[in-house]
C-alpha cells in the first residue's frame, strides 16, 4: 500500500476514536516528551491501537496520541505568528530551535552521501520520514 494511503487509513481510524476536530497539527520530533495533563478537553488513543502508525518509539517518549480542541487557529502551514509564539516558548525556557527547510524520504533508511549532496543543492536542511507527510495531510484534509 502506498504510504498516503497508510497515512489516510491512519487519519480516518483517528477521526473514528473522537468527535473532536482539530484545526491544528502540532508535530513533535522523535526525542520530544510533552506532558499533555494540563489539557482539559483531549481524546488519547494509544500509538499501537493506529494502523500504521511507527512501532519504534525511544525510552521516555509518551506512546500515544493526544487529540483536543484547537490551541490555536491555523490558516496555513506555516503561520508566522505561531512560529513566533514557539520561538519565544523556546527561549524562555532555554529549548534548543533550529530553522530550515525540511526533506521528506520514505525511509527507514540513512541517505547515501550522493543523495544527501543532492538533498543540499535542492536546499534541504534535514531529512525526516514521517513529520512532512503528517504536515501535509493536516493541512489539506483536516
Do not use: C
Amino acid at each position: 500500500m502506498h504510504y498516503y494511503y497508510k497515512v489516510i487509513y491512519a487519519r480516518d481510524y483517528i477521526r473514528s476514536k473522537t468527535n473532536l476536530v482539530p484545526t491544528i497539527g502540532i508535530i513533535l520530533g522523535m526525542e520530544t516528551v510533552i506532558n499533555f495533563d494540563f489539557l482539559e478537553q483531549k481524546r488519547i488513543i494509544p500509538a499501537s491501537s493506529i494502523p500504521f502508525f511507527p512501532s519504534y518509539f525511544l525510552e521516555n517518549q509518551h506512546k500515544e496520541l493526544t487529540i483536543r480542541p484547537s490551541l490555536l487557529d491555523l490558516n496555513d502551514l506555516y503561520n508566522e505568528n505561531l512560529m513566533d509564539r514557539v520561538k519565544i516558548v523556546a527561549y524562555n525556557n532555554d529549548i534548543p530551535m533550529n530553522e530550515g527547510i525540511l526533506t521528506w524520504l520514505t525511509g527507514p533508511s540513512f541517505e547515501t552521501p550522493t543523495e544527501i549532496s543532492a538533498l543540499k543543492q535542492l536546499g534541504a536542511d534535514a531529512v525526516f520520514s514521517a513529520l512532512v507527510p503528517w504536515a501535509i495531510v493536516l493541512v489539506t484534509e483536516v
